[in-house]
């Protein structure tokens, strides 16, 4: 049961999480290789990178399931490790593959764990927030992936966690899932939590960061937030995007001349109004499944 009592920790600088040197090795074959990255309380830090590069294995090391080979990890400046215990109550985990009891209901689960917490979160109202509620008597092993995902979350932040690790939270979700979870993101960010999550989605790591890390073949290649690393890639010259609303008749070739003459070579220009995403939420609403 966690302890009502357990306070915040912060190692000096003010970093919830600090990952310095990390090496695991599998087969003798580094597949983290002397990883450094931070993540601070009421931030949201994206670890991004391709498959295989070493972003799961990095955060089940934060994570305390998978012991590192060398460098050091400190949670809320502890040792994910050691101080397991004195951790458990103060971190929420949401994993990839969801590691939930495949035999119980959706409900039970969620009620379940709460019941850890000394000061849980409404569960009520995390089942409105993330649409639980037509699903909540469904088996786990009967969920939909996107399903199983938003139960996973529910359990990572019903504990009121002060530091909270989504791996891919929004992977394999519809539209408004996807939009439900980056609410809650942002509301746990705006409480003060240390959100740590990996993904895929470019456009979720820009809506959601403050700081990004970009890890390659087990290590970290860029950090920064995502202004800096755009303003870092100027050089290579920018893509500009024009939106304006065209009268009736306007002739969009003249654009693509206009541009021709002062020297931009190949101009793409594209007419449109609207986002797919735009129209599949006006055709299928915003209501969760
Ligand atoms: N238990 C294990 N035994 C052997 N190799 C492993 C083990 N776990 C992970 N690996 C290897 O370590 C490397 C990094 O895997 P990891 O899951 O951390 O990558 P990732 O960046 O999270 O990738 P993805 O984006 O595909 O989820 C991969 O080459 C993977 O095959």
Not at 20 to 48: C, E, F, H, I, N
Not at 86 to 97: E, H, K, N, S
């Amino acid at each position: 049961m966690p302890s009502p009592t357990a306070r915040p920790t912060r190692t000096p600088s003010g970093a919830a999480l600090v990952v310095d040197g990390l090496v695991k090795r599998y087969g003798g074959r580094a597949v983290v290789d002397g990883l450094a990255l931070s993540a601070r309380a009421g931030q949201v830090t994206a670890v991004l990178g391709p498959n295989g590069a070493g972003k799961t294995t990095t955060i089940e090391c934060c994570e305390g399931l998978r012991a590192p080979d060398g460098g050091t990890v400190r949670v809320l400046g502890l040792d994910p490790h050691a101080d397991a215990a004195a951790l458990r109550p103060r971190v929420g985990v949401m994993l990839q593959d969801g590691g939930l009891p495949s035999g119980a209901r959706a409900l039970e689960v969620l009620r379940h764990v709460a019941a850890m917490y000394a000061r849980p979160r409404n569960v009520g109202e995390l089942v409105e927030r993330l649409g639980l509620g037509s699903f909540a008597r469904t088996p786990v092993r009967r969920l939909s992936g996107g399903q199983r995902q938003r139960l996973a979350l529910a359990c990572a932040v019903v504990g009121r966690p002060e530091l909270v690790f989504l791996d891919e939270p929004s992977a394999g979700m519809d539209p408004q899932s996807r939009h439900a979870v980056w609410d809650l993101v942002r509301e746990l960010r705006a409480d003060g939590v240390a959100v740590v999550l990996t993904t895929h989605l470019l456009d979720e790591a820009e809506a959601l960061a403050d700081l990004v890390h970009v890890v390659d073949h087990g290590k970290v290649i860029a950090s920064g937030a995502v202004p800096d690393l755009l303003a870092r890639s100027a050089d290579a010259g920018a893509e500009v995007t024009v939106r304006f609303t065209a009268p009736p008749g306007f002739d969009v070739a003249h654009v693509g001349a206009w541009l021709a003459e002062r020297g931009v070579s190949d101009p793409a220009v594209t007419v449109g109004r609207r986002t797919l995403e735009d129209v599949f939420l006006d055709l299928t609403g915003r209501h969760l499944r």
